[in-house]
Structures are given as structure tokens and as C-alpha cells.
């Protein structure tokens, strides 16, 4: 099925949707105008210009703080709509307990809501890096001036860490004064949207607002809660970006000054995209509740990157799925492009990093019990780190990687494109190899990996001499003192690949034998193949050198096998359902399917075990194994056994056959070929070591082979092994 990828926005958009990519914007004021200076204490006092007047109160400074005033010439987000120049004004106290009043002066006729936008230097997690991001206040007309009483919510007064932009600013705030903006609040009160009045249309911020309740509701539904939510209606601002944030769907901004946690932005370039709205709206909210749940501080929160951010956006970006009509073949922008990355392993810290692991927490919420976004939260709460949590969620085990990594080639998540795959192939350790000749492939390819991740090789198939017994045999060298738990963490899977296809072949933490090189030869396809390391030892950090070693070899392919026993004089019981039973004399017949194919190579002195389970042409079940064991040159089987079942529900006698032959010491004679082995023995009851053959027909009679049967002048015993 096609996946919901929107393409315009693949085209158009190939960096994130749903979250900001622009560069931080640094405090500078290297083209700002000097207005005023001030040096206020407990005292209280003001700093002002003619358009601006900022009034601390008396006791709302524990400490001096010495202020400077600039006109910004800098980036305005609110060209449209702002009524006022844009003020810098640095130094600013980490703390203030009581309100601080703002006036700017506004120009020409108010219409509509006023604002006064405060900008700060917070960390914007999307990011993990540092950007102005702005909060409106609703403010008042005051003779010419638009007015705000800015507070400090409790959590940031009793802040401890003083907090600088760099090593020589203070902290700094940027203000501006708005107008001709309109509102809407959602029916239940938990969002309150915000436009201009020009821009966006009350029915556009209604439908904005029922996104916002959905992805509200859709967050409870996962048990996930608002509990340190202590301010509501939250801020949903609808703006136009351009420059660096011009591509951006929106994005959540954490703020110091409103005790709603944070705000969401929303660009209204892209109001006629609502699916695309909707997905955004589930994406920043949820980020909106991972800093709820974050117990860390709320200035370090603000101003300091976390070391699970990459965690916080694959689960946001995996949580937008849960909007999407068709979930299952749903595929978030944010990851396009970020395909390798969970094979880089899941020690990062960035949050881009996040966009591309989305597959990994799909795969480990839809197969763990109790991978579950409300235990990733909860475990952000005790602050324990990301790959902690992951391990502990997933059974406290990571055999699972090996496992994501098969379903994730093969396609089953997000459905990768298998030439992305291909093209993400280290070439630096020349893990791309040719065969061009049958007797040059002896070498190794090489993963250079951290804990959890996977490396990638492959194995181009160009000679056109290659032959049905011809393998490839991928192994993972044993133990050294160097890695001694090399075979329990490290495990190859191997693929057959083309363009457009991707089919699993094997998974071994030991050895792959490739068999069909002919075959796969003629389909013009290559093998891919995957090396993961299960290792996870904190700090998750350690790269690992993994050694992978290939080697081209002759061996044999096992077509088809069969067991037959003829002409076995023997007793039969037969008991009806009536209660009485008879017993008769029989020469007696037993086959063993050999119909199924193996693409096994088999080595000389192996042991061949072949299984079977098909419904025949006959519409019977049929199912069993054949076990041979060689003495070292296939002259003689030291052992075998044979058992099958087959079930016949079709018939107008329906009826469930069991059979079991075993026997010791049976030579064998080759073909001139090498492709068929076969016994053809006569009076061999000495080495048929066990037999027992029964069959119930359903409703009538149960026929059972008795103890003493024996074997006469014509009884035969087959055993034929035929090779490709």
C-alpha cells in the first residue's frame, strides 16, 4: 500500500515538519542602539525612553541588577501586527518576587487584542540547542501605551542556578508591543488560540483548536496525565514564520514567565494542510507533556538540554501516527531522510537524532508489554536515562535489536526503501564486496559500532559461473580474550536484495551458510547483510569493532530426501468402535514424503535433517522430518529416523496416519554425478532398529502395527538423497 507520505511535502519539505531546524538566534548587540542605562536594587526603580519604561517595585530584587536598554535591530518574528519598536534588555534578574510593569509606547489606532510579546533565550527542544522564543501577554491601553504586569511563577523564583547566554550577557529579554490579533478558547478551556485578526479566519482557529483538544484527548487515552499542569488555557500561537523557520509545520517552546509550561507555534503557511496541522498538534503537545514529566528542575529544563532528547522526539514522532486514518502505513516527514539513523546506535543526545528512531519505539511498543509512552515518562521522572529505560521496558533484555533490525530492513516498519539501505553501506572498511571469481572471496568486513546499533555489508553477485553447490559462508569468529562475549551480543542477518526488494534470508550469532547463489545470481540480485550489537553497558557510549568473515565455498544442496520400507510381514490389531477387535496378517508398506526442497548446504559427514509440512495434490496434511547421520565420506549412515503424519480430512473415509522407522548402518552408492545417494537393501530387518505404524479412521477402527513383525526374502528398505 502506498504510504501516507504527503509527496508535496517530500518535495518541497525534506527537513522536519513538526519540529524547528532553524539556527539558534545568538544575543547580539552589535547592531543595537544604546537607549538607557539603570542600576535598580531592593529599593525598586524604573529604566525608560520616551517609548519605553520598564517599573520594578520595591522588594522585587533580592539583589542590585544593572540594566541597559537597546532599540533591536535584530530579526522581528511579529513584523505583522507589531505596533512598536523592538526593545533589548539585558540584565535582568534570574528572580523577582513581585510584578514588574512594562509600558511601550504603541503606534497609531488599536484594533482588535494588544499584546506585549516578551522574547527570551530558552532552549527550544525540538532543537536541543538555545533560540529566542516569545510569549504573548494580553495588555492594556494606558494613555498611549500598552501595559503588562509581568510575574515570575514559584517555581523559577526559588531557582538556585543563575543562568548566562554566553560568558560575557547577562540574560537577556526582548519586548514589542502587538495589536489587531483576535482569540478563540477551546469549549473544554484548555487551549487558547491566537491570530491576527487579517491572517486567520475564526473558523480556521476553531478547527485549530478541536486539533488541539484531539491530540489532548488522545494523550490521556495513552494514560499519560497533565497533573503538573498548574495554568490553563495553553497559548496556541498562529503566525507566519519566514527565514529559517519558513518550512516548519510549528513547534513547542518552553517559557520561564507563564505558568502554562510552554506554548505551541503554529505557522500559517500551512493552514490549508490540516492533516498536516493535526500531526503537528500531537507532536508538540506531546513534548509539551515530556516537560511536565521531566523532574529536573524548570530553569534547567528551560536552559539546558537534556540527555534524553533524541528519546523525546522518536516518541513524539511515532506518536503522530495515532492521527492518521491509516496508522499502519503512516510515515512522518520528520523521519524522511533520517532512515539509518537507528543504526547509529541510541547513545545520542541530539533530538534530530530522535526524528530517524521513531521505527524503534513502534517496535518496541507494539511487541513489549510494558513499552508504553507512560512508562518512558514516568522513568523521565526518575530521572533514569534513555537507554536505561528502554531495556528495563523491554523486558529487561536487548535481544530484541537484532530482531528490529530484520523487520526494519525487511520493511515492516515505515517501509524503507531498500536502496537506502544499500547506499548506507560503510565503504570505508570496504564492506561492499564483488564476486567476480570463484576463488578470491576469503576476506572480513568490519562494523565499527556503540552499544545498540548495526553496521551494514554486501555482497555484490557478478559472476555469471556461479553454480548450485556454490555458498557463501558468513561467520562471526569465535571468543577472544579481547571480546569474550563476542557470539552473545554480535549477530548477522543476511538478505537477498534488489531495488526494490529486500527478502530475509537468515540470522545467525554464530554462522550463515547462503546457499542459491546461482539462483539469486540469475535474479539479479545481491545479498545485505546486517551486523547488531546487543551490548549496553552505561555510559553507552564504547564502539566495538566487529569482525564479520566471508568466504566462498562448494557445497552440496539437498533437493529432496525419501525413506520407503516395502514388504514387511506383520500383525495388525484392529479395533472398532464397537469394542471388538480382530488381527490379521499383512505385508506391510511405509513411505515417508520427500516432496519438500531444502536450500540447506550440506557438508560431507553432516547431519541432514529435513523437515516437511504441505498439504499434497491429494488434499491430505502432511508433515514429519527425516534425521540421517553420515560416517565421514557418505559411504554409510550410522543412523537415521523417519516419522510423518498425515491427515486426510478430505476423503469419504477420513482418517489420521502416524509412522515412525529408525534404523543403524546402512550403506549408500553414489551416482556418477554426485547428485543422488541411494540404498536399495533386501532382508535388512537387523538394522531397522524401530517401527510403528497406526491409523484411526474417524468413527470406525484404529489399525495398529503389533511387536514381532520380521522381514522376508523381497523386503526393501529405501533411503535416496538427491542433490540440486
Known sequence: MKKLILVLFCL???IIVTCSKDQPIEPSNEQNDLLAEATIGIEGG???TDNFILTVPAGAFSTTADFKLYLDQGERLYEAGAVSSQFHLEGLPDVFTEPLRIAIKYQGILDGETFIAIGEH???????????VYTLFSATDSSGYLVYNLAQPEDMQTASKTYKTNGNLEKFIKLLALNGFHTYTTSDGHYIIISLKDKISLSQMQEVGSHMETAHDMILSQELSFENQEQWPIPVK???LYGGRANVYGYYSPTEFIDSHGQITLNTSYMTDMSGILYTTGHELLHLVQFLYDSRSWNAKIHERSNHAWLDEATAVYFEEFFSNDPDNYVSVAFVNRELYPFEGLHWETGEHGYG???VIKYLCTHFLHSTLKNYFLDYRDQKHPIESIIFNADETTDWWPLFCKAYVQGELYGVNPEVFYKGIDTEHDNIIEIDGMDEIDQYVYGVQSDLSAASFMVKLNDPDIGPNDVLVIEIPAESSEYPDKRERVAVSVFEYSTNRMAFIDQSNSEIVVGNLDELTGRDSDIYGIITDTRANPPYTDFHYNAIHLKLEERRILASLGVVIRNVDA???IEYDGGSTEQSRTTHYMGFPSYAESNDPVDWGDCII?????????GNYYSGSITLNFEGDYQTISSFTAETSII???GSLQSTRLATLSGENIPLTEDGNRKTYSYRGVGLCSQITDMTWSVNYKGSRVETLQPGWSCNDSTVIEIKINYK
Open 122 to 132: 530558552a532552549i527550544v527542544p525540538s532543537l536541543g540547542q538555545m533560540d529566542t
Open 357 to 359: 528512531c521513531a521505527p
Open 238 to 240: 498562529l503566525l507566519e
Open 648 to 650: 486426510d480430512d478430505v
Open 12 to 14: 518541497l519539505f525534506i
Open 46 to 48: 524604573t529604566i525608560s
Open 571 to 573: 500383525d495388525i490389531l
Open 610 to 618: 529435513q523437515t516437511h509440512d504441505f498439504i499434497g495434490a491429494d
